[in-house]
């Protein structure tokens, strides 16, 4: 009776153990050899996670974090595109900027966070007191040219 459990509980059990490796190197815990360790583990860990249509975003989302840790952009780029296709949420349009900026696309990476702030002001939270600013500004104005009728599209993923 629990055998089609047993998927979604390893899946689980992987997604809780990447996020708190994952954590430890955020915070600081993870030095040296142990930071590369803990990213490596993390990315094994979500890797074989399904992807798909219908597939939990959070293993995407967890892995384009690890890749952009551990300096591997391009992947992580990659990875939270392929997530996006699937079904687009602001934190992983947020992460895409953050993969977009560690490989010096400004640009882009600015674009990726209008659509998240458009989307969830919150979701850009964690980004810098003066960018969350700007674009907290930049999407109040939007929003104004939505109530007047005169916004001609919403801001655009970055291509």
């Known amino acids: ?13 992987a997604l809780a ?18 930071l590369a360790a803990d990213l490596a583990w993390a990315a094994e860990l979500l890797a074989p996670l399904p992807q798909g249509p219908a597939a939990d975003p959070r293993p995407s989302l967890l892995l384009g974090i690890a890749l952009i840790l551990d300096r591997r952009a391009a ?4 990875v939270l595109r392929a997530a996006i296709a699937r079904g687009e949420r602001p934190e992983l349009v947020l992460n ?18 209008l659509r998240a702030a ?17 674009l907290q500004q930049e999407v109040e ?13 919403v801001p655009a993923l970055p291509e």
């Open 1 to 13: 009776a629990l055998a089609p459990e047993w998927p979604r509980y390893r899946a689980e059990h």
């Open 17 to 34: 153990e990447a996020s708190l490796r994952i954590e430890r190197v955020l915070r600081g815990q993870s030095q040296g050899e142990a």
């Open 96 to 113: 895409l900027g953050r993969a977009l900026a560690a490989q010096g696309d400004e640009a882009g990476a600015r674009q990726a966070f």
């Open 118 to 134: 458009w989307a969830s002001p919150g979701a850009v939270a964690t980004l810098p007191r003066a960018l969350r600013e700007a």
């Open 75 to 78: 992947e992580a780029e990659a």
């Open 141 to 153: 104005g939007l929003e104004g040219e939505l109530r007047a009728g005169r916004l001609q599209a």
